[in-house]
């Protein structure tokens, strides 16, 4: 052993980062990019609702919560903790346009988009992490451009001409937490329909033109559902967006969006290159300020905890969070303004379903 | 609770859930940077592939503080994104070095960390009844004390160099570059910092000192 691997396994070590640290952090970041996002003026729009539930989430105490925004207390139940119930609803099943025919043999899809939004993002990925991905835009979409990119061209996708440019990655590492090196890309864009531009985005054994060609050419207009869904919701609330690279949906109220709802269900943490901890169902809970001791409890038949709780940095800021992990240890959240009761939370939660 | 629709089974699914990879992978770091140039938000995802990575290397430096340095971190790398130039450098060493220099502002409180580890370390403590168990803690905690004092003993600039390669795993090159030194300069820094902490071990120093790692 030599003093450097010395170092690695018996210097000095530190906690691991916690879901509430992650989260403020990100958070911190999120309002920083807001603040910088108004001052630039982006190409892309900020979404209805999302403003507010950015400021809302700065020192959220929940992954959960940090990607969207999540938790604002407004309203007249935010002062009424009554468990008088809201009404719930049937939510309408979240899905892609366009489907793969024939599916892609041992590939998992994930899914991006936002209600109403034309834009969206399918990912097809091996287990490794490589893969590619679908990315819809109602306009023209530049080609990438970047150090490592070594051909370009057009092609016919479908008898229609697509561009492409091909390249190396030096290193790639993966969401699989799998890192590799000299790994082919390509990318592949075209204007598959009046208004409907696709690029396809490849790596690995995808990061070659006529294997993403072949995928492109088996592309049909047949919507496919995503992976995580959201079985209820209370009357008046609509889906806002979905990010499953997050784990998380966000659901608002269509009246004041600034009241909004997160459900997430991140898959178990990967071992590989860098450390990744998902937590676990009691880490998740007590990643929180709570108000009342957590309650155990199930959802869908598997063990779980609820808890009303506080912004750690806005005691006036409370929320309630279920948390509850599928078999192969997929970790599930909700998390809800305060104006909801525990039973509203436990029922839109038996309501998820996660079936990537 | 009114119920206006039966809702869905949220039963198991009939098989477990695989990995999933991020669907938006495909923009490499660097893109990412670039496109956040005009598109802020874009650098959210740097901070997802990223924190855990720039967070332990914190956390060993600063322990708790790295809670709050993972922050300011990531806050600084987005304020000078627009001085990012992907072909010095890669995203992950680039958000090292900055977390580098973000510690440099609280080297007293690492000083006194790393101090506090070895004083600790020197403690009796209680191994609890496994033989065997006990014989691996103890060997642990012979040399963690003295890794940690030979830590605080360092010059800052050295232990920076040092711990990029050590916890970082940078290379070389890439320490040189987020340091802004010669590599040279990082070659000589290395050297003491190394030659120092096997002083610093002496006689619990389990290494074999012809193991070197390859010059990188």
Redesign the interface.
């Given at each position: 052993m030599n003093d450097l691997q010395l170092l690695r396994d018996a210097g000095p070590d530190g906690a691991p980062l916690s879901p509430a640290a992650r989260s403020a952090a990100r958070a911190a970041l999120l309002a920083e990019i807001e603040g910088a996002g108004m001052r630039t003026a982006p190409r892309r729009a900020v979404r209805k609702g999302r403003t507010v539930a950015l400021r809302t989430c700065l020192g959220a105490a929940t992954a959960a919560a940090a990607w969207a925004g999540a938790v604002a207390i407004a309203g007249p139940d935010a002062t009424d903790p009554a468990p008088r119930g809201m009404t719930l609803v049937a939510v309408d099943e979240i899905t892609f346009p366009l489907s793969l025919d024939p599916a892609p043999a041992g590939m998992t899809p994930s899914f991006t988009g936002s209600a109403g939004d034309p834009e969206a993002i399918a990912g097809y990925s091996f287990p490794d992490g490589t893969g590619f991905a679908i990315y819809l835009s109602p306009t023209e979409i530049p080609p990438g451009d970047g150090p490592h990119h070594t051909d370009s061209g057009t092609v016919a996708v479908g008898g229609v001409d697509a561009r492409y440019v091909a390249g190396v990655t030096p290193k790639l590492c993966t969401m699989a937490n799998v890192c590799l090196e000299d790994v082919p890309f390509a990318e592949v864009i075209w204007e598959r329909a009046p208004g409907q531009w696709v690029r396809l985005s490849g790596d690995g054994a995808h990061g070659d033109v006529a294997a993403l060609v072949a995928v492109g050419e088996s592309l049909v207009d047949r919507p496919q559902p995503i992976n995580l869904q959201v079985g209820l919701a209370p009357a008046g609330w609509s889906v806002v967006d979905w990010h499953e690279s997050s784990g998380a949906i966000g659901v608002a109220s269509d009246e004041d969006p600034t009241r909004s709802l997160t459900v997430q269900c991140m898959p178990e943490a990967p071992a590989g290159a860098t450390e990744m901890d998902n937590g676990s169902v009691e880490r998740r809970i007590a990643a929180v300020t709570a108000l009342d001791p957590p309650v155990t409890t199930t959802v869908g038949g598997r063990p779980a905890q609820v808890v009303h709780a506080a912004d750690y940095l806005d005691a006036e800021l409370r929320f309630w969070l279920v948390a509850w992990e599928l078999p192969d240890g997929a970790l599930c959240t909700v998390q809800t303004p305060e104006g909801f009761t525990r039973a509203d939370v436990l029922a839109i939660a038996e309501g998820v379903t996660y079936e990537p | 609770?009114?119920?206006?629709?039966?809702?869905?089974?949220?039963?198991?699914?009939?098989?477990?859930?695989?990995?999933?990879?991020?669907?938006?992978?495909?923009?490499?770091d660097?893109?990412l940077v670039a496109r956040s140039i005009?598109?802020?938000?874009e650098?959210?995802a740097l901070?997802?592939?990223h924190?855990?990575?720039v967070?332990?290397y914190?956390?060993?430096?600063?322990?708790?503080l790295?809670?709050d340095l993972?922050?300011e971190t990531?806050?600084v790398a987005?304020?000078r994104r627009a001085a990012y130039r992907?072909?010095h450098l890669?995203v992950r060493p680039w958000l090292l070095g900055i977390a580098t220099n973000v510690v440099r502002g609280h080297q007293r409180s690492e000083r006194r960390?790393?101090r506090a580890?070895a004083r600790e370390a020197g403690r009796p403590q209680d191994h609890g009844d496994d033989p065997a168990d006990s014989g691996d803690r103890l060997a642990?905690q012979a040399?963690?004390g003295p890794?940690?004092a030979a830590?605080a003993g360092l010059k800052p600039r050295d232990r920076d160099a040092?711990?990029l390669?050590?916890?970082g795993q940078l290379r070389y090159g890439e320490i040189a570059a987020v340091l802004d030194v010669p590599v040279g300069t990082v070659r000589s820094r290395l050297n003491r910092a190394?030659r120092q902490?096997?002083a610093a071990?002496g006689d619990v120093s389990?290494?074999?000192p012809t193991?070197?790692?390859d010059d990188r």
């Open positions: - | 609770m009114t119920f206006t629709a039966v809702h869905r089974s949220a039963g198991p699914p009939p098989e477990p859930p695989r990995l999933r990879a991020l669907p938006d992978a495909a923009p490499t660097a893109a005009d598109d802020p938000a650098f959210a901070f997802d592939r924190a855990t990575t967070h332990r914190l956390a060993r430096r600063v322990g708790d790295a809670d993972l922050s990531f806050l987005f304020r992907p072909e890669e960390r790393y580890l642990a040399l963690r890794l940690a830590l040092l711990l390669l050590a916890w190394r902490t096997r071990l389990p290494f074999d193991s070197e790692e």
